[in-house]
């Protein structure tokens, strides 16, 4: 094996990533920018034409790193996967969502995993980066490549690999973000951290796969509870006629023992209300009900029918007050959170929904989504179009409401021209607090 790790080393190895969405474009072009021969493997044909003319489709992979990469020839985009055999590093970066009864839904592992079965030879280095519950990468991808009649640790090597990246943060990426690296066998575990360490700063070993998937989903579900925790606070503060922001900030002036999780509209993202879900699936099945992911999850869901009671009580309470049914609402920001443009999973969605359903009629506004489709049927609108960013048309919509605070939009036009203001996100900080036209989470 010192032959596949100096060839690791020394780039000399082709890597294959599976799935160019959110995570594995940026980990396709880091590779390609470490230089190794890099070859994207899609289903979406689009995402492949994009990705081989040169240009990034995702917000954190630079346009010109891309054009870049590719016009060297050291990344390219494919959908013919029986080029998975000339790959001797494979990245599976596929979608792992719930399905309908909330349940994992791991059919995009599986798809991806019977695709390598098949184009599988010796040699070959297997990580798995999708999030999903312990015990898949032993249970299910494991047996299906001892299957192909080769041994595991000593033909092919099958590791764990958990992706932390989190869009849109300027300060932390593929590179300064420590790996987490988990092998079916020692041996497996060092090719993957050789592997990852031509990429990562810090790649850390842990015993098994098992683990390695675990440390994801405590990451994942200690945001959710966290969050949990701080949305039930908000609610509490608003009972008490209190700022929660403002106990928030002292509070965290403490220098040890407390962290400071903001509240907001819900959970959203393919991340931390999905991760805690597949833990909870997973211990269900063993008999055992894992209680704070189902308490934060009860509170964090509800917080879409929070906004809707502010909003109706900014209507209530400021200026001359007036029913939810026929009033006009400008929804500011649908993405998930401030300054990316994924929409998966945002709580806008249940906030829009819920003002509609209360007679509402909504327009919102989003720079990063253009458009978002509420998939409600009914005669609720759909798709719907982010309508322009004209701070005077405010003054025209009976209440304005905050959902993601983009940092493109100008609080002191926004406080300036909104007749009615509810702020989810804080972008009013202390000039919201206590303002006459303000109503905050
Ligand atoms: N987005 C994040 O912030 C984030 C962060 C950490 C971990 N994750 C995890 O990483 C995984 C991927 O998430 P994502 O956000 O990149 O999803 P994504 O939907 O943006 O990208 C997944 C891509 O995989 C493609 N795909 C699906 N099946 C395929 C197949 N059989 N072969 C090839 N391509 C296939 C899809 O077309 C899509 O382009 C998930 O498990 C997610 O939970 C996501």
Avoid at 107 to 126: C, D, F, P, W
Avoid at 242 to 254: H, T
Avoid at 346 to 360: F, M
């Amino acid at each position: 094996m010192s032959t596949l790790l100096s060839r690791i080393s020394s780039r000399e190895i082709t890597v294959g990533v599976i799935g160019l969405g959110y995570v594995g474009l940026p980990l396709a072009t880091a590779f390609a920018d470490a230089g190794y021969h890099v070859i994207g493997f899609e289903i979406d044909e689009q995402k492949v034409r994009e990705l081989k003319a040169g240009r990034s489709y995702i917000p954190d992979v630079p346009a010109t790193d891309v054009a870049r990469l590719v016009s060297s020839g050291h990344l390219t985009g494919t959908t013919d996967f029986s080029l998975l055999s000339s790959c001797d590093a494979i990245s599976v970066c596929v979608p792992t969502p719930l399905g309908k009864s909330r349940d994992p839904d791991i059919s995009y592992i599986v798809e991806a995993t019977n695709r390598i079965v098949k184009h599988l030879r010796s040699g070959q280095v297997i990580v798995l980066e999708s999030t999903t519950y312990p015990g898949t990468t032993i249970e299910v991808v494991k047996p299906a490549l001892e299957a192909a009649g080769l041994t595991m640790g000593i033909d092919v090597f099958l590791s764990f690999s958990p992706e932390r990246i989190d869009p849109g943060n300027p300060v932390y990426n593929v590179r300064n973000t420590p790996k987490i690296v988990g092998g079916v066998t020692p041996l497996c575990t060092e090719l993957a951290v050789a592997l990852y360490s031509a990429i990562v700063d810090r790649v850390l070993p842990v015993s098994s796969p098992t683990a390695a998937e675990m440390v994801k989903l405590l990451e994942n579900t200690f945001r959710a509870v966290n969050i949990g925790l701080v949305n039930e606070v908000a609610i509490i503060a608003e009972k008490l006629g209190l700022d929660v922001w403002e106990i928030i900030e002292a509070a965290k002036s403490k220098p040890f023992g407390f962290m400071p999780f903001y509240p907001g509209p819900g959970l959203g993202g393919h991340c931390i209300p999905i991760d805690p879900q597949y833990l909870s699936w997973k211990l269900r099945m063993m008999n055992y009900r894992t209680r704070f992911i189902e308490l934060a999850d009860d509170i964090n869901s509800h917080m879409p029918e929070q906004v809707v009671d502010r909003v109706a009580m900014a209507l209530n309470n400021i200026g001359e007050p007036k029913p939810m049914r026929g009033t006009k609402l400008l929804v500011l920001g649908v993405a998930y959170k401030r300054d990316i443009d994924d929409w998966r999973e945002s709580p806008a969605i249940p906030v829009i929904l819920g003002l509609l359903s209360r007679g509402a009629v909504v327009d919102y506004q989003d720079d990063f989504v253009p458009k978002i489709d509420l998939a409600h049927g009914g005669d609720v609108p759909q798709p719907m179009y982010s309508v322009p960013l004209d701070y005077a048309a405010m003054s025209r919509y009976d209440a304005v409401v905050v959902v993601t605070d983009h940092q493109y939009f100008n609080v002191g036009l926004v406080l300036e021209h909104a007749r009615r203001l509810v702020d989810t996100r804080n972008l009013t900080g202390t000039i919201g607090r206590g303002h006459p036209r303000v109503v905050k989470l």
